[in-house]
C-alpha cells in the first residue's frame, strides 16, 4: 500500500518462470542505484538505500538485480545488511567480469580466474551458500568468450551457481553459451524508444529465455512526447507507461527499474497493475511500431 493508501504490488505484473525452477514476479528492482554518485563508493544515505530494498520486498518484489562492480561491491553489501535472513522465494541475481577502478569507470576482465573469485566473493557479501542467477555483465575481448562461460560452468558444478544468464551480448553470444550451458536469462539496454535489440528480444522470447531490460526509459524526444501524453492523460508518471509498454511487448520481459527513493520505487511498482489502453498502444506504435514480424 502507498503513502495515498492505494494498494499496489509486483505480483500484479504476473509471473515469469526461470531456468525452470524459478518463478519470480514480472517487475524486479535493479540495485544500481542504491550505491554512491558514479555507482561509485557508499550511498550518501545508507539509512536510506537500506530502506528502499526493505520497501521494495514489502512491495512484493521478489527479483532482484546487482553486481559486484556497484559501488564496488557496496551494493551486495547493503542488500545483505538490509534484507538478511531473506524471505522465502526471493532470488538475487548478480554479475561479473566487470571491475571499477574510479566513479563512472569501466574495466573488462572475464578471465576464468578473475570469475571464479567474483563468485565467491559474490557469496560471501550476499550471505548465500547458492547464487541462483549469475550472469557474466559483458564478454571481455581480451578473453575466449568460451574460457568465461567454462568458468561458470565449473562453479555451477560445484553448487556455487543454479543458473547462468548473459548481459550486454549479442544473439550469436547466447547461441554460442547455449552450446555449453543452458543460458536462462539476457539482460541488455532496452525501452519503448530504444529497440537495437528488438531481434534478440524475439529470440529470446523463442527460447523461453528472460530479458531484462536495463535502462528501461524512452530516450528520444518523440518518444517523450507520447509517453507523458499517456501519461498525463491517465495521471500516471511516464516511467509507470514506459515499464508497461515493457511488460505489453514479451512474456519472458523482466524489467528491473532501480531508484534511491522510496517514493520513486512505489511508482515503478504502480506499473505491475497499469494496464496499456487500445488507443495507448495505437498512439506508441505511430511514433515507434513494433515491426509486425517481431510481434
Not at 526493505?54 to 527479483?63: D, K, Q
Not at 556497484?70 to 535472513?85: D, V
Not at 567454462?150 to 558444478?157: F, T, W
Not at 528501461?216 to 518518444?223: D, G, I, S, T
Request: glycine share 8%.
Amino acid at each position: 500500500m502507498t503513502a495515498s493508501g492505494t494498494t499496489i504490488s509486483a505480483d500484479q505484473a504476473g509471473s515469469l518462470n526461470i531456468g525452470g525452477d524459478i518463478t519470480v514476479n514480472r517487475l524486479g528492482y535493479g540495485a544500481m542505484r542504491i550505491t554512491g554518485k558514479g555507482i561509485w563508493g557508499p550511498p550518501e544515505d545508507r539509512a536510506g538505500a537500506l530502506a528502499v530494498l526493505r520497501r521494495a520486498i514489502e512491495l512484493g518484489v521478489n527479483f532482484i538485480d546487482t553486481a559486484d562492480s556497484y559501488g564496488p561491491f557496496i551494493s551486495e553489501e547493503i542488500i545483505a545488511e538490509a534484507l538478511y535472513p531473506y524471505p522465502k522465494g526471493l532470488v538475487i541475481a548478480t554479475k561479473g567480469g566487470w571491475l571499477r577502478c574510479g566513479p563512472a569507470q569501466w574495466l573488462h576482465n572475464a578471465s576464468p580466474q578473475h570469475l571464479v573469485e567474483a563468485v565467491h566473493g559474490s557469496l560471501r557479501r550476499l550471505r548465500l551458500d547458492r547464487i541462483d542467477l549469475y550472469q557474466l555483465h559483458v564478454p571481455d575481448p581480451a578473453v575466449s568468450f568460451e574460457a568465461s562461460l567454462e568458468a561458470l560452468v565449473r562453479m555451477r558444478e560445484q553448487g556455487k551457481i543454479r543458473h547462468i544468464g548473459l548481459s550486454n551480448v549479442t544473439q550469436e553470444h547466447v547461441e554460442r553459451a547455449s552450446k555449453i550451458v543452458p543460458i536462462v536469462s539476457v539482460q541488455n539496454r532496452y525501452s519503448f524508444s530504444d529497440r537495437e535489440w528488438d531481434y534478440l528480444l524475439n529470440y529470446c522470447e523463442s527460447k523461453h529465455i528472460a530479458f531484462l531490460p536495463w535502462s528501461p526509459l524512452a530516450q528520444n524526444r518523440k518518444a517523450n512526447e507520447v509517453v507523458e501524453k499517456i501519461a498525463a492523460a491517465r495521471e500516471v508518471s511516464p516511467i509507470v507507461v514506459s515499464l508497461a509498454w515493457l511488460l505489453w511487448r514479451s512474456p519472458i520481459m523482466l524489467p528491473i527499474p532501480g531508484t534511491s527513493s522510496a517514493k520513486h520505487l512505489e511508482e515503478n511498482i504502480q506499473a505491475a497493475a497499469f494496464r496499456l489502453t487500445a488507443g495507448d498502444i495505437s498512439l506508441l506504435g505511430a511514433v515507434l511500431p513494433v515491426p509486425y514480424s517481431l510481434r
